[in-house]
């Protein structure tokens, strides 16, 4: 090779082909902005707890926890609640003694600093107070349902963005935007609850663009066979879940609750860096793939994909949006994330308010589900991709029984979480299943858009999801209607989860029996073959 090529070779294409595949680090990238994208969606619902007062009505020690009967009687189902007793106990006594001299105490229960009172609206902008924001449970569930005002037009925009500017430059800016936002969230919040909304607002444009142009990755970057994979590591918002629960809760017990802003907000900024260097939109831009990986991919895509990306011109928006499989996909995919949504935005609420959970461990208990998730989602990735390699049944018949598990099963978890009331154990061992079950959504619903048309994969995922995250919108104003406002008992989530569950096994019904695992027609792109047959003639 001359000399002057080879000094042309980027210098980080050696160390990644000889050890790594090109396509195993666009998957790592994928995951990894999935995971941060989960990260900005969850804070809020994480940080309402601790930077938001206590209403009128006891909601900080959760039903269970005010019958102390009750919870003795139950023990033996949870096995640390006489451990969990004493050491709350013993804090809030530290904490009177600590009153008598003025010393401040983070507060375990959820209600953030020792100073209960709201920040006064006229003071002085502060890095860091701890100090709670005195406003009502309505304004709570407006400040959690923010984010997916902003989600659902992110995600129609994020669709086109991703045609227009390429997947990666559609995730690199808008990862920018929402970790800058983000970062200076905590003083947003001290201006005024409003603010803080249309901030979210933002922080959810940004974040709906993520999912379209990760699906117009994986149509550009996943071999037929791998493809089930290739979707699996957008369950890094999955990830992103079990850490972030944890991590964020742990930041707002153990520091202040501006710093569950400000620590998330800078690791991104961290990761951003490592994405605009590592990710490309195909394995034709890539300059450190190597020709052999190159060819394999292209090859095995042949006939379905095509290399260069389509123009908004020549999207068929009127046959997508006229599609039977189309549209019974979005129903399916408006129930997955349904029951997402329902985790997300609520579930801290229920371990806290109506169990009766310390934030902290609120945050693990509420972690555990995402994990089984994952861990059941890679399971059903690799068992979808043999049974499409080997061909023991279509594509069609493996999508619809794919739903039984993603959101039949689920169902049935969610209903039983409402009656087993106080046992601490039961319920997060239902919770943990419910969602664990999900994870075959990774070759149901989120795989499904590939199957119709790979090469609008993005665009279309764009719209499903764009409809999918209005449920966003619904759940956390109906949290605080159905249970909030009375206090959070159990008799109320009953409610909640019989919702939850009807709405993912209706939802699965609908793509049952209109749903399809094949390419549909307009994948084709009719336009270029006009102008080639033009240009033939000419």
């Not at 699906?215 to 996943?222: C, D, F, G, N, P």
């Not at 957008?234 to 017990?253: E, Q, R």
Request: contains cysteine; glycine residues 8%; charged residues 15%.
């Amino acid at each position: 090779m001359p000399r002057d090529t080879e000094e042309r070779q980027p210098l980080i294409s050696r160390p990644i082909i000889r050890w790594i595949p090109s396509r195993v680090v666009i998957c790592v990238m994928m995951f990894s902005a999935c995971w941060t994208n989960y990260m900005c969606r969850l804070q809020m619902p994480i940080l309402a707890v601790p930077m938001i007062k206590a209403g009128a009505v006891n909601e900080t020690g959760g039903a269970c926890v005010e019958d102390s009967r009750l919870r003795r009687a139950i023990s033996f189902l949870d096995p640390g609640a006489q451990l969990e007793d004493y050491i709350l106990s013993e804090r809030l006594r530290a904490e009177e003694e600590a009153a008598l001299t003025n010393i401040r105490f983070p507060r375990q229960d959820g209600g953030g600093a020792k100073e209960v009172d709201a920040k006064p609206s006229g003071s002085r902008l502060r890095l860091v107070s701890g100090e709670p924001f005195d406003w009502k449970p309505e304004v709570r569930g407006q400040l959690i349902a923010a984010y997916s005002y902003g989600n659902v037009p992110g995600n129609f925009l994020g669709g086109m963005m991703a045609v227009r500017w390429g997947p990666k430059h559609a995730i690199l800016w808008t990862s920018v935007a929402a970790a800058v936002v983000s970062l200076v969230s905590p003083f947003l919040a001290q201006m005024h609850w409003v603010v803080l909304m249309l901030s979210r607002v933002v922080v959810g444009l940004a974040g709906g663009v993520t999912f379209p142009a990760c699906h117009s990755l994986v149509a550009q970057w996943a071999p037929p066979d791998e493809k089930s994979r290739f979707v699996w590591s957008l369950l890094g918002g999955t990830f992103g879940t079990i850490l972030t629960y944890p991590m964020v809760a742990m930041i707002a017990d153990n520091l202040m609750w501006e710093s569950g802003w400000y620590i998330p907000a800078l690791l991104m900024m961290v990761w951003i860096a490592f994405w605009a260097v590592l990710t490309y939109d195909s394995p034709a831009e890539h300059p450190g793939i190597s020709e052999e990986e190159k060819q394999y991919i292209l090859q095995a895509q042949a006939g379905t994909v095509r290399t260069k990306k389509p123009s908004l011109k020549e999207t068929p928006i009127k046959a997508i949006l006229t599609s039977v499989p189309f549209l019974s996909l979005v129903c399916c995919h408006f129930g997955n994330l349904f029951l997402l949504f329902f985790y997300q935005n609520a579930m801290m609420l229920y371990l806290t308010k109506a169990l009766g959970f310390q934030l902290t461990k609120g945050g693990i208990a509420a972690s555990l589900p995402w994990a089984c998730r994952m861990l059941l989602g890679f399971f059903f990735s690799w068992a979808g991709d043999v049974l499409k390699r080997k061909q023991i049944v279509s594509v069609t018949v493996l999508r619809k029984a794919a739903t039984v598990f993603s959101h039949f099963i689920p169902g049935l978890f969610l209903i039983l979480v409402g009656y087993v009331g106080c046992r601490f154990l039961l319920a997060n061992v239902f919770l943990v299943l419910a969602l664990g079950f999900n994870g075959a959504a990774a070759i149901s619903n989120l795989s499904n858009n590939q199957d119709l048309s790979p090469n609008f994969a993005g665009f279309i995922y764009g719209l499903m999801n764009a409809v999918g995250c209005m449920s966003g919108m619904i759940i956390s104003p109906m949290v605080e209607e159905i249970a909030g406002k009375y206090g959070n008992p159990i008799e109320k989530w009953q409610i909640l989860f019989w919702i939850g569950a009807g709405v993912c096994i209706c939802c699965m019904v609908i793509f049952i029996v209109g749903g399809s695992g094949n390419i549909q027609s307009w994948n084709e792109i009719r336009e270029d073959e006009d102008e080639a047959e033009r240009g033939r003639r000419n």
